[in-house]
């Protein structure tokens, strides 16, 4: 059984170990709610995630957020596997932990928990004008 089991795990790592990168992650992105977009780049060693909130709008556009325009969300966050990163993400003055998973060619999800006790996930979906 337990060599069933060590085979079975085994197989598993293999197989996430081939999956297939999607395209790359750079762009400019919006969150779900429509109110701030993100530039997104490769950064570091060319492997690293930044974003950059480089828009407000429908409502995001308040004097309280207007500070952090062209600021880093996510700062040099290394890859951790194909198509995810983790690092600290910088919301409105707040860090946290976070973890940046593009799970589609066109949309990225950010989770990310302060003190590991309250945790959010944000949609994020590719802009095209």
């Not at 407000?56 to 990163?85: F, M, R, V």
């Not at 593009?102 to 994020?124: A, H, N, P, W």
Request: glycine share 10%.
């Amino acid at each position: 059984m337990k060599a069933m089991v060590r085979a079975l795990a085994a197989l598993g790592f293999a197989a996430a170990a081939t999956l297939p990168a999607l395209a790359s992650p750079v762009g400019v992105w919006e969150v779900e709610s429509r109110d701030s977009r993100y530039k997104v780049t490769l950064c570091g060693d060319g492997t690293q995630l930044c974003a950059e909130l480089i828009w407000l709008g429908n409502g995001g556009d308040s004097p309280e957020n207007l500070p952090y325009l062209n600021t880093l969300l996510i700062d040099h966050a290394p890859q951790i596997k194909p198509n995810q990163w983790k690092g600290d993400l910088h919301l409105y003055g707040h860090s946290a932990s976070g973890t940046i998973t593009q799970v589609g060619e066109d949309q990225i999800s950010l989770k990310g928990c302060f003190m590991l006790v309250v945790c959010r996930t944000y949609q994020m979906h590719r802009y095209s004008n």
